[in-house]
C-alpha cells in the first residue's frame, strides 16, 4: 500500500512522465535511424552460412547462431521485410513496420553493452538482457516459421544453454508466447485479414497493435521467469531496478497500444534511455555524463517500488479500455514533457471515454 506521501495521484503522475518515454513530440533528426549494423545482418536464410549433416535434416541446412549479434539481428531483418508488404501502412517504406521497436532495442542493447560483447559480436548468455531479447526474437521467428511465414529452405539454430532452439522445443518452453506469435503472424499471411475500405487508426489499434502487443507482453511474462537467475548478473543494483523496472513499464506501454515502428522507436529511445551500464555510483539526476533527459527518465523508473505496479496497472487499465480512450491516453504521452497538468486532464477524459464508450472485449 503507499503511505501518506505516495498517493495514487502522485503515482499516476510517475506513469505519465515514465511514459515520457514513448512521447511522439521529440525533435530528433534521427528518427528514421536503422539498427546498429543492419544493412550488414542477413536479409533472407540464403544468407547465412551452408552446411551438411544437421541435426534435424540429412541434407543441408541454414547455421543461425541467435548468441551473434548479426545472426540474431538477420531474424529480426527478415521477419520485417516479410511482413511490411502484409501490412498496409508500410506500403512506400519499412520504417512503418510496428516490428521494428524489437530490433531497434535489440540495438540500444548492443551499443550499450548490455549484451555483455565487449567489442564483439559474441552475445553472453550471462546478459539478462540478451536472455529476455532471446524471447523477443528466437521465439517470434520460429513462431513465424510455424506460421508459413517464412518458407526460404531449411535451417538449424545453434542451441546454448537452456535456451530453447526448434519450434517443438519452444513450445514445450514458453507456449503462450509461441501460440500468441503463431497468431499474429498467422493473422497477417490470411489473404482477407481486416478486410475494411479504409485502415486508419482504429484498424491498425484492433487488427496489428493489439495481437503484436498481446505476443511480445506474453514472451516477457512468460519469458522472464526462465531467466530470474541472470537478473543478479547485472554490474549494479541500479542496472537491475533499471531493466526490471522497464519489462514493467512495457506492460503499460503494452495497454496504450503505442504503434512501435521505427520512427516513434527512435524518438524515445534516444531521448531517454542510457547509453551505458549504470554503475551504483550513479544517482540520477546527477549523471554528468547522461543527458538530461536521460537522468530525468532514470530518476524517475528508480523512484518506483516494484510493489507500487500492480496498482499502477490497476490505475491505468480505465485510461486504455477502448479505442476513444486510448486516444486520450495517447495524448498523455505526447504532452507529459510539456505540461504535468495538461496530462492529468487527458487522463481524466480517457477514463471518462471508458464509461461512455463499451470497452474491449
Known sequence: MYTQHESPVRIMLYIFLLYSFAGLSIASNTSDRLPFLWESAPSSLADYPLIS??????????????????????????????????MPFCSTSNIGNILFGLPSQFSWQFTSNRLYTNGTQQISDDSWWASANYYLSVIPFLAAVDAGL??????????HGNFCSSIAECYQQIPEA?????????NLSQPN????????GRVIDRCYLSPMWTAHVASLEYGLPLIASKVARLPSVNEQRFGLGWANVVGFIARSRESTNLTNTNL??????????LTDDDHPPNCPDLSPTVNQA?????????????????????A????????????????????????AEYYSEAVAKSHLYPCDQ
Not at 551473434?68 to 529480426?76: A, D, F, K, M
Open 150 to 159: 517464412i518458407r526460404q529452405g531449411t535451417f538449424e539454430l545453434i542451441k
Open 268 to 277: 524515445y529511445q534516444s531521448e531517454f534511455f542510457p547509453q551505458r551500464l
Open 193 to 200: 485479414y481486416c478486410q475494411t475500405d479504409k485502415v486508419d
Open 178 to 186: 509461441m501460440l500468441r506469435w503463431r497468431e499474429f503472424f498467422s
Open 298 to 318: 532514470l530518476e524517475l523508473l528508480l523512484e518506483i517500488k516494484p510493489s507500487w505496479y500492480p496498482e499502477l496497472m490497476t490505475l491505468w487499465k480505465p
Open 320 to 343: 486504455t479500455c477502448n479505442y476513444e480512450s486510448r486516444l486520450d491516453a495517447q495524448l498523455v504521452l505526447q504532452t507529459v514533457t510539456v505540461s504535468k497538468t495538461k496530462a
Open 53 to 86: 549433416n544437421c541435426t534435424f535434416d540429412q541434407n543441408e541446412c541454414r547455421l543461425i547462431d541467435p548468441w551473434i549479434y548479426l545472426n540474431r539481428l538477420g531474424l529480426y531483418k527478415i521477419l520485417i521485410n516479410i511482413t511490411s508488404p502484409l
